[in-house]
């Protein structure tokens, strides 16, 4: 599964209008940001908890976008006081100064003194479930996205997987080879070296000789770099998050083919750790986007 990934929905009734959209990218963790509506803030731990049944690791930018009649319930707010008190004068002065006009009512409704048009936070349990079911419908989308690119992915790291263990082969069949090469050149230079000397122990310099040529051995690692490759691909086709084991991984081939570049001094096994160390760059940029 690819860390990337982008999903879109659209709900609407009757009253109003949801998108939902969300973009991911790569992130060490699982990071969920929400935009939206102040009035709907109370809902973001129920969408976080949504979004993150099907999104383990990146980073997820969610955008939703609310719009219409429904989004605010608003009500009508009388000031019956000060509406009593406004006839109670009403009929006083008309008391004293005569008159027959009636009591201006109409004038009293387009009073905000008296007459208040008032917003309620709450929001209607279907507006709520609309929001959420529009969420769950971009995650889908999201991670119908992250699933195509994640087996892009499988397909080019397995096909470089393939091309380190043949490397890994080859490297095995070469260097007793070269270990036995290095050890008659080096052997050689010594008793070159040593003919004319005088009172020159030949047992211990070839048995120094021998534990040097030991120490250039690279077996070892060849065999731990084909037992982490072997493990890579076992990792690779689960289902699971598996983006930062991979990672560790290649941490530790990399550390093993730079131990036999560092041992080796053969031109032939120097040429092989570099195509090996640029195909691991390779897988590591790749992984770098594995959920």
Known sequence: MSM??????????????????????????????????????????????????FVKRGKVDVFINISGEGIVN????????????????????????????????????????????QESDEVDEGLKSLVVSAAEDAVLQLVEMRKKEGQELYEDVHKRVGRLTDKAEELKKFAPAVQKSYLERLTKKVR?????????????????????????????????????????????????????????IVQELNRETNTIGSKSNDVTISKHVVEIKSELEKIREQVQNIE
């Open 4 to 53: 990337t990934g982008y999903g879109r929905s659209l709900k609407e009734n009757a009253n109003c209008q949801i998108t939902v959209e969300m973009k991911a990218v790569n992130h060490r963790f699982c990071e969920i940001n929400i935009r939206m509506p102040r009035q709907f803030f109370f809902l973001e731990d129920q969408l976080k908890k949504t979004i993150s049944r």
């Open 74 to 117: 608003r009500s009508l707010a009388v000031n019956w006081d000060l509406l009593s008190q406004y006839h109670s004068v009403f009929s006083e002065m008309k008391e004293k100064f005569g008159g027959s006009a009636d009591f201006p009512l109409n004038s009293m409704l387009a009073n905000d003194a008296v007459v208040e048009i």
């Open 192 to 248: 070159d070296y040593t003919e004319s000397a005088l009172e020159i122990d030949e047992s211990r310099i070839l048995t120094e000789v021998a534990v040097y040529t030991d120490k250039s051995d690279i077996e070892e690692e060849l065999t731990r770099i084909q037992s982490h490759l072997k493990q890579f691909n076992e990792i690779i086709t689960s289902e699971k998050v598996v983006g930062r084991k991979l990672d560790f």
